[in-house]
């Protein structure tokens, strides 16, 4: 499970995976793409590597997946916003922030009381159990001209 958040040019992420019952291990669930753009992945494993592998490597899947327990995010460089239901499902976002991930809902009420992503994030790993710290966050465009 997780929780990711953008808003004001910041992404934030929980990095805990789980399964139903256990605590599994530690992940990078944010991207950072070449052209200075951010990606982000909650669900499903093999859903979250195939999303992640087709931005950063340009690589279709090679099973052909239902993306049921899945959700993405893109933010271009310009900041615009995209929520994704797979590689090719992809939505613009008209809000200020979005999150995802089963952390979503303490995080939007964080979130509409004023945090910023980052805190949002800490939030949701303290009220969500499927949610767990350390905090990974990047900045749109960081490195970028």
Do not use: Q
């Not at 052209?35 to 195939?50: F, H, R, S």
């Not at 613009?92 to 964080?110: F, N």
């Amino acid at each position: 499970m997780t929780v990711v958040v953008y808003k004001n040019g910041i992404m934030a992420a929980d990095s805990l995976v789980v399964d139903e019952t256990t605590a599994l291990y530690h992940a990078l669930k944010i991207f950072r793409l070449d052209d200075g753009g951010l990606i982000a992945t909650a669900g499903n494993g093999k859903e979250c590597v195939a999303f992640r592998d087709f931005f950063l490597y340009n690589k279709e899947p090679i099973e052909d997946f239902e993306y049921k327990d899945f959700a993405g995010l893109w933010v271009r460089p310009d900041g615009s916003i995209y929520f994704c239901e797979s590689h090719r499902h992809i939505d613009p976002v008209m809000d200020e922030y979005i999150a995802i991930g089963s952390g979503r809902g303490v995080a939007y009420g964080a979130l509409e009381m004023g945090a910023s992503a980052e805190e949002a994030i800490r939030i949701a790993c303290k009220y969500n159990v499927c949610c767990g710290e350390p905090i990974t966050v990047l900045r749109l465009n960081d490195g970028k001209s």
